[in-house]
T-cell receptor, first 111, second 115 residues
């Protein structure tokens, strides 16, 4: 069955520090992978997507993610976080006519 | 070009009442998806509709829930005889093309509270 696992429920980093959010997926075919961000009380905003080609994809707000087929992973990274990055981050895989989401990782930023 | 519009943003209902959630897709998008987000959970797929057709309702509860996307007007998610467990955020998304490989654009959601 298709699934997405985000092993970290909460992550806390200091402002200016680097960030990596983990994501593993289970999908039989070539995956279409997404990272979305949700600020409190808001909808979801697409950060980046991977469909094919270069396995390192760049997104908005300085985020990037790397697709590793051998590890079934699609980790999200940012070299230096800002206080405004505090939010919940969802990894997702496109499957048939729907998107399957992980449970999310809530990012906290220390001043 | 306005994004996906959902209303109301917040909805309070008493147990046993009906809840109607509306979603207007982005202009030019004919594919609409509804997702539910329970507290501390990710979004779970409910239903996928095209104009006047339900394509996939595999995530819809078998009873009390229904969805439509008429030829004219917004898509409606209807919950009859609401119970406390229906309290959640309901998100609508739209896309110009079908399939999970296409980007879905999300609305801001409707937060349903059942008293």
């Amino acid at each position: 069955a298709q699934s997405v696992t985000q092993p970290d429920i909460h992550i806390t980093v200091s402002e200016g520090a680097s960030l990596e959010l983990r994501c593993n997926y289970s999908y039989g075919a070539t995956p279409y992978l997404f990272w979305y961000v949700q600020s409190p009380g808001q909808g979801l905003q697409l950060l980046l997507k991977y469909f094919s080609g270069d396995t390192l994809v760049q997104g908005i707000k300085g985020f990037e993610a790397e697709f590793k087929r051998s590890q079934s992973s699609f980790n999200l990274r940012k070299p230096s976080v800002h206080w405004s990055d505090a939010a919940e981050y969802f990894c997702a895989v496109g499957a048939d006519d729907k998107i399957i989401f992980g449970k999310g990782t809530r990012l906290h930023i220390l001043p | 070009n306005a994004g996906v519009m959902q209303n109301p943003r917040h909805l309070v209902r008493r147990r046993g009442q009906e809840a109607r959630l509306r979603c207007s897709p982005m202009k030019g998008h004919s594919h609409v998806y509804w997702y539910r987000q329970l507290p501390e959970e990710g979004l779970k797929f409910m239903v996928y509709l095209q104009k006047e057709n339900i394509i996939d309702e595999s995530g819809m509860p078998k009873e009390r829930f229904s969805a439509e996307f008429p030829k004219e007007g917004p898509s409606i998610l209807r919950i009859q005889q609401v119970v406390r467990g229906d309290s959640a955020a309901y998100f609508c998304a739209s896309s110009p093309l079908p399939g999970g490989e296409n980007i879905q654009y999300f609305g801001a959601g409707t937060r349903l509270s059942v008293l």
